[in-house]
């Protein structure tokens, strides 16, 4: 049976309590030439930390002040190194606000997390680390980290949120103009945005009027969006508040395909992915200093495609944690022979990647 483990802590308590056991533990010790744990050499502290799992870095920061300075001086390190967590979105309700949800690593472990806000809410993905909660009744949103516990909320959306509204895109950026957060919310042909703090929503409608917007990402501080005609564009946030698109001339455009593409990327790459029900069809990259698409069906082979049912998609590099393949096979991942290159394709509900935790799309101004 899965071992069940709670995230919720307070690590400025626990960190005071363990220096202070700490100490006492060595105190006669120091006499006989025996360090504290405090004092154990930064290299040997740095191999026993990527030892260990998501949950057990919470604890390793808790030991004590320098483990902890240690500890959140490596976090970004140390988070980009995990593999991804499933979610499990189907709430044990702790009150008539919050709710229980579990997180899931590739050894089957499960980790309880008490989720502020959430019950009776509709869920529609993640971004940046948060997940994002919208109920019809109050028109607001949520967005809530499962790990930190920091919330955002931005309320009086003007649209009705179906349950199972696919179509929907958030985005959570941070505009340094303006020292706030911006939710961003993709619905159709129009995308609607409002900043942390005011009650208001502003829109801006297709730069193609006679095409859907098909996704948005985040990468490189810009957003961009991908439209129904292939039409590339980027959206800024002007001295004024306004979103404002750009249109992105390109060399060339990909051949018509029935499957709509999704945003993908990886390090400062964007791609472009159509998937079949069952596997990754095309994979194109998006050469900025050409700005034209080129086809990477060829290297296919060398990602992992983590695709959640609100079609949203992540594509990592086998080589990113060890003994990968195993792993994901472990995780109900499968392989796609596609032109002699096996693709890793994997499905959930939801995947939780432990370095957007404390990840901030700072958008470029």
Known sequence: MAKTMSVTRNDDDDASSSSSSSRKRFKNFDHNGVASWSDVNHDVLLLVMMQLGFIDFFAFSGVCKSWRSFAISNRNMFMASKPPMKICIRPLHVNKEDSYYFLKDLKERRFKTIIPHSSDRIYFGLTCGYLA????????????????????????????????????????????????????????????FSIEGKQGWNHVSSAIPTSYILDLHVLKGKIYSIHMDFSLC????????????????????????????????????????????????????????????????????????????????????????????????????????????????????????????????????
């Open 133 to 192: 909660l919208f109920r019809n009744e109050t028109r607001d949103f949520w967005l809530v980290n499962p790990i930190t516990k920091h919330e955002l909320h931005f309320p009086n959306y003007p649209l009705y949120v179906g349950a199972l509204e696919v179509s929907l895109r958030g985005i959570l950026v941070f505009s340094p103009s303006i020292s706030g957060w911006v939710f961003v919310v993709l619905h159709r042909k129009k995308v609607y």
């Open 234 to 365: 980027e959206l800024r946030l002007d001295q004024n508040q306004n979103l404002k698109w750009t249109l992105l001339e390109t060399k060339n455009y990909p051949k018509p395909n029935m499957i709509p593409p999704l945003f993908v990327s990886w390090g400062e790459k964007l791609y472009m992915i159509w998937l079949s029900s069952s596997s990754p069809e095309k994979l194109m990259e998006l050469d900025f200093d050409e700005m034209k698409w080129v086809s990477k069906e060829k290297t296919i082979g060398e990602y992992v495609f983590f695709v959640s049912k609100f079609n949203s998609c992540v594509a990592v590099k086998q080589e990113s944690w060890p003994e990968s393949q195993t792993r994901y096979m472990r995780y109900g991942c499968s392989r796609v022979d596609d032109k002699s290159q096996q693709c890793m394709f994997c499905y959930e509900q939801m995947w939780y990647f432990p370095h957007d935790c404390f990840s901030v799309n700072v958008l470029d101004e």
